[in-house]
Structures are given as C-alpha cells and as structure tokens.
C-alpha cells in the first residue's frame, strides 16, 4: 500500500461508503471542490467555460474531452436516479429538469459523453484477448 493510501486509511475523519451497496443517486452534494481540483490538477481550469479545440494541443484536447464525458456521465446517473431526501435514496426516480440543466442543454458534454463511451469501448475491443483469459 502506498503512503497515500496509508494516509487516508489512518485519518480519524475518513467515512468509508462501500459503493456496491448503495446505488447512485442524488445527494446534495455538488462537488465543485474535487470537479475543479480536476480540472485544475490537469491544467483545464482556464478552458472549462470555453475550450478552443483549434488553438489547443490534441492531448489536452483529448483530455478534457475525456474528463468532461465522465462528468457527464456521472451527472446523467445521478439524474437518472434522483432521490429528493438524499437520506432516502431508496426512492429514486429520473428527474429530467435536472437532467435537461446539466446536459440535455450542453449538446458539447453529449458529445464528449459519446467520446469517452467510443474510447473506453474500444480499449474493452482491445483487451478482449486478456478479458477471455481472465
């Protein structure tokens, strides 16, 4: 185990959530703080608004397109599974303003959400043979 985890591990504040057993849905919690430290950990922060796809290096270009698919992504969850009390999130059902606010409106996150299913399904082509094995 690295430092990092080690770390985490021993913090008396850190709340373990096994995500298997609780679905995804809406909690309240907007996550600015880890999206923006995402972004700028990788040097988006400046293009989040406006990201000039011409006067950018493909990687980074890439990048965001890749971050900003699974922001997407998860907002599209989230919106699916929309529970009111996030203390009951039991109940769950897709809320479409929600999903029209965060996305339905940004046809550029749609398409950075087609872009990170075409990579990740083309990395799942390509790992096929150790899949079988496996």
């Excluded at 985890?5 to 021993?10: D, Q």
Aim: net charge negative.
């Amino acid at each position: 185990m690295d430092e990092w985890c080690a770390e985490e591990e021993s913090d008396p504040k850190a709340i373990y959530v096994n995500i298997a057993k609780n679905r995804e849905s809406y909690t309240a919690y907007d996550g600015k703080q880890i999206w923006n430290a995402i972004y700028q950990e990788n040097c988006l922060v400046d293009r989040i608004k406006d990201i000039d796809v011409q006067n950018t290096c493909s990687e980074e270009t890439l990048l965001y397109q890749l971050v900003s698919g699974l922001h997407t992504s998860i907002n599209m969850h989230v919106s699916t599974h929309y529970s009111e009390n996030s203390k009951n999130s039991s109940n769950t059902s897709p809320n479409h303003e929600r999903y029209h606010e965060v996305i339905g409106s940004h046809p550029e996150r749609l398409k950075n959400l087609y872009f990170l299913y075409a990579v990740v399904l083309r990395a799942i082509n390509r790992a096929e043979p150790i899949l079988r094995s496996y």
